[in-house]
C-alpha cells in the first residue's frame, strides 16, 4: 500500500491557514528562547521546567508552557516530563556550540526589517519595498547590526568559498565588495598568505570588519575602501573579485552595470566570485533561496532572487568570458565563479 503527501489528494483542512497567521508566535518564541538562554540550559543538563525555569531565571509556568510550544515546533524532544534538544537545536541555537546562529535575530528581527513585512500588502502593490529605498539608505545603521550578528552565521560558508577558490590559484589583490563583517575576505587572505583585501563598503560598516580582521592577525593585509560601491574607485589589477550577497538588492539593469564596473577592476584571467541565493528555473525550489525574493520584495524597490541562468547572463552582458557554478556547499548559498 502507498500513500500520498500530494495536498490535492487530502481532505481540505484550515490547519495550514492557522498555522500560517499564528507563525509571529513561533518568531517571537524562538527569540524569547534565545533571549533567556533556554536552548543552552537544556544542553547544560538541566531538562525539566523546574530546572530550566532555575537556570533561566523564569517562572516554572512559563518555563513549561515555552518549552511545551518548542517541542510542537521541532525545536525541541519530550520524554515524560524531560526536555530534550533535537538536533538542529543543539548545533545552532546552543551558545556553546561553534555554529550558533542565536545573534543573527540581532539583524533579522530589526524593527525596519519587521515592519516592512508589516507592510507587504503595499510592497506587493508597488512591487518593492514600501518605504521606498527600504535598506538601501546610505549608511544605514542595520548594516552594521547585520555585520555583529551576521559574522558567526557566515564563517564555515566563508572558509568554504575561500577554500573553493583556492583551487583556482592563488590571489593576490583581492576585492571584497559590500564586504560587511570582512569574513569572506579575511577567509580567502588565511588561505592565500600573501594576499591583500581591499575592503568595499559604508565607513560605519567597515569598522567592524577592520575590527575583525585585526583580531585574526590580519590588520595589516586588510584595507578599507570606504563609500557607496556604485561611485567608489576600486582601481584595477585584481586577481579576484568576491562579492557576496550584494547582487540581489538591485534589479537586473543594475547588476550588469554594477559587473562591468567589476569586470574593469579586474586583472586579465582574473576570477568575480559571486555568493548568493539562487532557486531553480521554477522559483519555488529549493525553499530557502527560492523565498529570499519575498525578503528583497519588502526591503529593496527592486531586488530579487536569481536563477543561475539570469546570472549567467549579467555576467556575460558585462563582458565575462564564462560563467559556472561551483560544486562547494556554501551554507544555503550557490558560489558562481565569473572568468574575465
Known sequence: MTTTTDPSQQAPTPERFFRAVNAYQQTEAIKAALELELFTAIAEGN???????????????????LCDFLTIHGFLTKNGDSYALAPDAEMFLNKNSRAYLGGAVGFLLT??????????????????????EGTLKTENPDWVKFAEAMMPMMFMPAQMAAAELRKGGESLKVLDIAASHGIYGISVAQQNPGAHIYASDWKNVLEVGIRNAAAMGLGDRYHPLPGDAFQTDFGTGYDLVLIPNFLHHFDVPTCTAFMRKVHTALAPGGRAAIIEFVPNPDRITPATPAAFSMMML???????????????????????????????????????????
Open 111 to 132: 524593527p525596519h526589517i519587521r515592519e516592512a513585512n508589516g507592510s507587504l500588502t503595499d510592497a506587493v502593490r508597488r512591487g518593492g519595498a514600501a518605504t521606498g
Open 47 to 65: 531538562t525539566t521546567a523546574p530546572a530550566i525555569a532555575a537556570r533561566c531565571q523564569t517562572a516554572e509556568r512559563g518555563a513549561r508552557i
Open 298 to 340: 519588502v526591503t529593496t524597490p527592486s531586488g530579487d532572487a536569481y536563477t543561475f541562468a539570469e546570472l549567467e547572463s549579467i555576467c556575460k552582458d558585462a563582458g565575462f568570458s564564462s560563467v559556472e557554478p561551483t560544486p562547494a556547499q556554501v551554507g544555503v548559498s550557490t558560489l558562481v565563479v565569473a572568468h574575465k
